[in-house]
């Protein structure tokens, strides 16, 4: 039974296709179209499942869409209703486009797939699932437990916008719900906004400029904007928001509160925006632990599925991994609305169809996330040599080698092998790494190759069974979720002189003996790499250990600021080309910059 799932219209559309339960392939459409964050009908990427699959889209049982529109077009009619008369301008700006495209979805929907396929009628395979329900989906079922709670918590699905439900075998169902728009990931998005991020895609900044910041405002939003209950229950006040009906997260009375307007894209990020984030970041942490230890009292459950945007609070992530509360904690790697696209096709096979599990394996069944393309080593050498590029064509331990060798020698390298990751991270097929013993190389990779904020920090990707030299990580985590404490014994003790310096500044000081993974309050978000989940990236890491006694090395995403991870040959190149990246490793090719010659 082949069933093709689609994420689209809102943000981060996708498609994933599984075949009798197991998966088979998954992408974002962004990767193809290169537009970061794409909402478009994810028709290149359906058209990869499909070829990846080798089948036609008639071959179909079913086509299954992550949510539900006329649901969330009642909660907009209703919210607009409630706010009334506030509101009119963005109601009047909102309307056209759902009566034509988003409220008559199935329509629109068949119209894109035959596009597709000329003459094929989906209407008898079309099927809707509900927003938290693919995302709860998407976490339980490739889980490794038979039963756990799921925890939802995103910006809104249709009405939920933090969901329990309990999967059990090849069944979930609904616990409890918080609807909007009392909403956690809106709160986290309206200090996203207010501190100069793009809303849906700057949350990760804004936690990773948290620690340079002080719990200064912790308070004021305890008192004023969000009342959280013992068992991690909330409500928002909604007087000083302005997204149930505006064209803005927060409003005037925001601005009051904390005596200033939104910082503007772009301009200094001050240490008031600094201590903003460390106080929001403080709040969330709060009521998911709250939440979560209420959950595991209530149920006595011990094993516990993470999905939604707010998912991908890996630091969050790491707090509830080591408070214990839970024998088991399993996090969808593509948590966001892209793995909607999985979660709703998995929903289909199971719960419409009434298919059981296969049986639960380990450590999970999304198959290290690498479920995007890949390529041969000779469509790649055509790419080389329509390039004009000079290579070196080597064997796999030559390879290893040099690549080893060129990390050794603090060079910073791309990274390009394998099918691609589904999800906002790079796990070692399509990364830009370096020497994280080297203090320079936080600096040179944001500046010079990421061309982003110098804030940002890097995650490492450690050998599983070195990480606990390395990290307080009592778990794996192979796709980069946790943010654990570097060992203590690992980290510089500050002197006084040191201590007083704040802000930005504190970027550039030597955290620890692996200064280029360590962030500034002494954590690392953290991927785990085993010889089964990617050999060649796991053979890489533990040739540099051989060289330098470190086995770990620093990984980030291969892009720049705003651009999309890459996805071909050709992007992976054009990114090289346009960065300060000393080699590049594409599949069995090796491209050094000085030995570059490009044809234009």
Known sequence: MWILGISAFYHDSAAALIKDGVIVAAAQEER????????????????YCLREAGIALAQ???????????????RLLETYHAFAPSGFRSFVRAMPVWLKEKLFQKRLLTQELQALAPGFDPSQRLLFSEHHLSHAASAFYPSPFDKALILTMDGVG??????????????????????????LGLLYSAFTYFTGFEVNAGEYKLMGLAPYGEPKYVGLIKEHLIDIADDGSYRLDMSYFNYCTGLTMTNKRFDKLFARGPRQPESEITQMDMDLARSIQVVTEEVVMKMVASLRQEYGIENICLAGGVALNSVANG???????????????????????????????????????????EPDA?????????????????????????????TDDELIAAAAQALAEE???????????????ALGNRSILGDPRSAKTQSVMNLKIKFRESFRPFAPSVLAEDAQAYFDLQQPSPYMLLVAPVQAGRCVEFSDEVRAVTGIERVNLAKSDIPAVTHVDHSARIQTVSATSNPRYYNLINRFKALSGYGLVVNTSFNVRDEPIVCTPQDALRCFQNTAMDELYLGNYRLQKNAVEWSG
């Open 319 to 361: 707090k509830l991994a080591r408070s214990g509360l839970f024998d088991g904690l399993w996090i969808q790697p593509a948590a966001g609305d892209a793995g909607g696209a999985l979660g709703a096709a998995l929903v289909a096979y199971h719960l419409h169809h009434q298919q059981p599990r296969l049986s639960v394996v």
């Open 366 to 394: 999304m198959q290290g996330a690498y479920l995007g393309p890949a390529f041969t080593d000779a469509e790649i050498q055509t790419v080389l040599d329509n390039a004009a590029v000079v290579y070196q064509t080597l």
């Open 32 to 47: 193809f179209n290169r537009q970061k964050h794409c909402a478009d009908f994810p028709r290149q990427a359906i058209e």
């Open 411 to 425: 060079k910073v390298i791309g990274w390009f092998q394998g099918r691609m990751e589904f999800g906002p991270r």
């Open 60 to 74: 179909l049982d079913n086509i299954v869409f992550y949510d539900k529109p006329f649901l969330k077009f009642e």
């Open 158 to 183: 249709e009405w939920a916008t933090t969901s329990v439900m309990l999967g059990e075998g090849n069944t979930i169902r609904s616990l409890k719900e918080i609807h909007f728009p009392h909403s």
